[in-house]
């Protein structure tokens, strides 16, 4: 039986998934708090928070998705064409069932719903999605390189080589990941390697041959789709970065804008290898605190206070997943399966 995507439960997978983790988050905050002795500290920085100015950086934050779906747009087929609320509603169905599904079922399932109503195969609106992706991280990882070795990051002595070592690692991996969409055939040659070698492998292998094909169709795009989803992945990451920036003012907090870019930028990169492995979403929060501490001369307790609350407007997304599945689905219009 075909499984059917877009159902009650997995609605309730996504906002349980999500919500546990801000739960688990919250939790790890109070025991730090009370074996670090941090407890004042939180409750004045709880004590300081603005609402306007949460509101104002949890909507810029959010005004980066219509930035994401532009970037996905720019590599769809010449001809299609695709509204920006449409795009971004796929986008967040995708990013709920990233939490209620294994796997990257998110990215799968919002390619077929884009495929479906835009006119393309699933195969192809993956590979878009995929050059998109992997442009954002490459993006991301140059900046990070890019801050790490100009000099403006006020590192730690004793943290300062291994911050540089990570960050070429993780930003050098982002940057090989775009090269690779860049030239799809060198994933083919990978391919018959490995998977194309193992009999047992060999629906395996055949899948990987037709995403690479989709994925060398991206030529067809040309060079000018490249610079508009490179300039709107340099949006969308403004866009997010400048709202984490806010979130911090409404907690009165002025982190260094050089070592807040750089925290940004690096745990963005990074997510690519941090959410391949269970727990990576927790992973995540961790490395952005502290990396907030090392280099944007926040304290412990002000790096999890931030931490926490960009983590909340990541389930606010979700929760707008949720009412956008929803909607699809009495809309007859359910994401897959069926």
Known sequence: MEREFGSPQDVRRGLLAAGGLVVVALALVG????????????????????????????????????????????????????GLPALTSILLVGGLLNYALPGPAGEVVGAAMAGRRFGMSTERALAAGIAARFTGLGLAGLVAIGLSESG????????????????????????????????????????????????????????????????????????????RGAGWALVGHALVASGVAVVARSLALSPAPAGLAFTYAASTAGAIVLFAFPGGQVGWDGTFASLLVATAGLDFPSAMALTLLVRMQQLFLVLLGALALIRSVRDGTRPLGG
């Open 152 to 227: 403006a990051l006020a590192l730690p002595p004793s943290l300062d080589p291994w911050i540089r070592a990570a960050t070429m690692g993780i930003g050098g991996l982002a940057v090989i990941l775009l090269v690779l969409a860049w030239f799809p055939g060198v994933w083919k040659a990978i391919a018959r390697a490995t998977t194309g070698r193992i009999a047992r492998l060999h629906r395996l292998h055949a899948a990987v041959e037709r995403f690479v094909d989709a994925l060398a169709s991206l030529a067809d795009v040309g060079a000018w789709a490249w610079m």
């Open 31 to 82: 025991v730090v708090s009370m074996l670090g002795d941090y407890e004042a500290d939180m409750r004045r920085i709880v004590g300081s928070l603005r609402p306007g100015w949460l509101l104002a950086g949890t909507a810029l934050m959010t005004s980066g998705m219509v930035a994401l779906a532009a970037r996905w747009r720019a590599f769809f087929p010449p001809g299609v064409q695709a």
